[in-house]
């Protein structure tokens, strides 16, 4: 009869749970580490594996990539860091739910003191969890006067792994442009403040933009409108991101997402 699994390696898990929230149409990027010591093989390591409900994702495709590193340390007792990560683009409402990464650990049953390699025990650990929750959209309200000089910096904004120059903002104003619907500074106060800001802006007002924060993990894309309030202006106000995303084939398709506020005129 086999004796009792003896363990050969050993893995430091930091058992880690983490809710993320987004919106749908953003990406996601989500990083698993964990160390296992006893070895220094890292070329027999089994790879980590993503599982969303009871679905396994171990490949690429034109919205997912993984990528994998594992570094010896050059001390076997500290043994090999394992990093993973798993990076979804465009994100849809089946991408939403409880990701699960997986350490899998290949032991050795020992029989009569020696290892028997051909009789492994495959072992699959969870040491992450993402909750990755969907953002619903909500209506904002806020109150300006006629006249306001508004800039909507801190407003609008989308979260993406893409660094490139591939995503654009479209700003209107109950479905108009708002380059259209406030073509001009229209007040004494919007002349006087836009004439300081243009002199300090390589835009001039109205404008619209797309400016890079860059974080730990991607960047956040943030829309930027520089524009005069008038009287016509009030309502919905929207933010269409627009984005280009390129495809293993080289062929692009253009994703979607767009963000709401509802302006009020203050008296």
């Known amino acids: 009869m086999l004796g009792e699994p003896t363990y050969t390696r050993k893995a430091k898990f930091p058992i880690h749970y983490e809710e993320i929230y987004r919106y749908i149409g953003e990406d996601v990027s989500l990083r698993c580490q964990y160390v296992i010591t006893g070895t220094s093989d890292v070329l027999n390591l089994p790879d980590p594996l993503w599982r969303l409900d009871n679905k396994f994702y171990t490949s690429n495709n034109s919205r997912r990539e993984i990528f994998h590193e594992m570094i010896y340390s050059g001390n076997i007792n500290d043994g090999c860091r394992i990093s993973s990560i798993l990076n979804i683009f465009s994100l849809k409402e089946s991408d939403f739910g409880e990701y699960l990464c997986l350490a899998t ?33 909500k209506l904002s309200l806020l109150y300006k006067s006629v006249g306001t000089l508004l800039l909507t910096q801190s407003y609008y904004s989308l979260y993406t792994n893409d660094f ?62 520089g524009f005069c309030l008038c009287s016509e202006s009030f309502g919905i106000h929207q933010v269409t991101f627009i984005r280009k995303i390129q495809l293993s084939n080289k062929k692009y398709f253009t994703s979607e997402t767009v963000h709401q506020l509802q302006m009020k005129r203050r008296f």
């Open 105 to 137: 650990l290949q032991n050795y049953r020992n029989v009569g003191g020696k290892i028997v390699h051909f009789e492994t025990i495959i072992e699959q650990t969870v040491v992450y969890v993402f909750d990755l929750k969907r953002i619903r959209p």
């Open 164 to 225: 490139s120059e591939n995503v654009f903002a479209i700003y209107s104003a109950n479905n108009i442009s708002v380059d259209k619907i406030c073509p001009q500074l229209n007040t004494r106060y919007c002349t006087l403040v836009g004439y300081m800001l243009n002199k300090k802006l390589s835009n001039v007002i109205p404008f619209t933009s797309v400016s890079d924060l860059e974080l730990t993990i991607g960047v956040l894309k943030r829309a930027i409108a």
